[in-house]
């Protein structure tokens, strides 16, 4: 069993930033952080592997968020920059996941929240215009 809790969410400008914390209670193989807008799905937006060598993030975020892990802390991160509306979400960190492979043969944690076994409660980020 894996405890996760996030913090870091809040209010801010478009083109403003926020770090996203995810405290865990172990440092499994893949961590990743998904979001959920009102009315919409859920989207893996990044994850990592342990070691740091396994990177995903989505086209919404690429270039704009960060995703990064300190495993002496047991702690995920999200260092989101150029914050937009559509990014307002709830977001969620997630652990235990399994690696997949991309159309182009390289590995990646995977993005797919069912694969998941282990979520946080969510922290709130609301991007104003």
């Known amino acids: 069993q894996v405890q996760l809790v996030e913090s870091g969410g809040g209010s801010v400008q478009a083109g403003g930033s926020l770090r996203l914390s995810c405290a865990a209670s172990?440092?499994?193989?893949?961590m990743s952080w998904f979001r959920q807008g009102t009315g919409k799905e859920r989207e893996g937006i990044a994850s990592?592997?342990?070691?740091?060598?396994?990177?995903y993030y989505a086209d919404s975020v690429k270039g704009r968020f960060t995703i990064s892990r300190d495993n002496a802390k047991k702690t995920l991160y999200l260092q989101m920059s150029s914050l937009k509306p559509e990014d307002t979400a709830m977001y969620y960190c997630?652990?235990?996941?399994?690696?997949?492979?991309?159309?182009?043969?390289?590995?990646?944690?995977?993005?797919?929240?069912?694969?998941?076994?282990?979520w946080g409660q969510g922290t709130q980020v609301t991007v104003s215009s």
């Open positions: 997630a652990a235990g996941g399994p690696f997949s492979r991309s159309n182009s043969g390289s590995w990646y944690c995977s993005s797919r929240g069912n694969e998941y076994n282990y």
């Open positions: 172990a440092s499994p193989l893949c």
């Open positions: 990592l592997s342990t070691d740091g060598s396994k990177i």
